[in-house]
């Protein structure tokens, strides 16, 4: 019902900055919430930043907090992740997720099983 589209990821160099894009189509009137994840080599996915569709709070990982921040624009349906100062450590693919149900703490939005929808991942390498 919720179809996501990630783009933006790329090549860079330590402390370089991208910007991640993701557009949501389908039933977007109902999206709650979308998020952003992360997988690297031979790592679990790790949540790194969601934000609210009613209230625009923001949730972000430790590990990005200060440099990472996230933004939508509901009218285009789209959310952003503004990455600054990026590590090599940073190297991952990123992957957009959203979800229509209801979450009631703030904790939540870091657990992968909170989004029902997920987009097909954009790469992100950050050299040193």
């Known amino acids: 019902q919720v179809q996501l589209v990630e783009s933006g990821g790329g090549l860079v160099q330590a402390g370089d900055s ?14 709650n919430r979308m998020g952003w994840f992360r997988q690297a080599p031979g790592k679990e996915r ?8 009613s209230s625009e709070r923001t949730y ?4 990005v907090k200060g440099r990472f921040t996230i933004s939508r624009d509901n ?18 693919v990123y992957y957009c997720a959203a ?3 209801r979450l009631f703490f703030g904790s939540e939005y870091s657990r992968g099983n909170a ?4 987009g097909q991942g954009t790469q992100v390498t950050v050299s040193s």
């Not at 992740?81 to 190297?91: A, G, I, R, V």
């Not at 989004?115 to 997920?118: E, F, L, S, T």
Request: charged share 20%; net charge negative.
């Open 99 to 101: 979800d229509t149900s």
């Open 115 to 118: 989004y029902a929808y997920w």
């Open 75 to 92: 009218t285009k349906s789209t959310v952003f992740l503004q990455m600054n100062s990026l590590k090599p450590e940073d190297t991952a």
């Open 46 to 53: 790790e949540f790194v930043a969601a934000i609210s569709w």
């Open 60 to 63: 972000y990982a430790d590990s």
């Open 18 to 31: 991208l910007r991640l894009s993701c557009v949501a189509s389908g039933r977007t009137f109902s999206i």
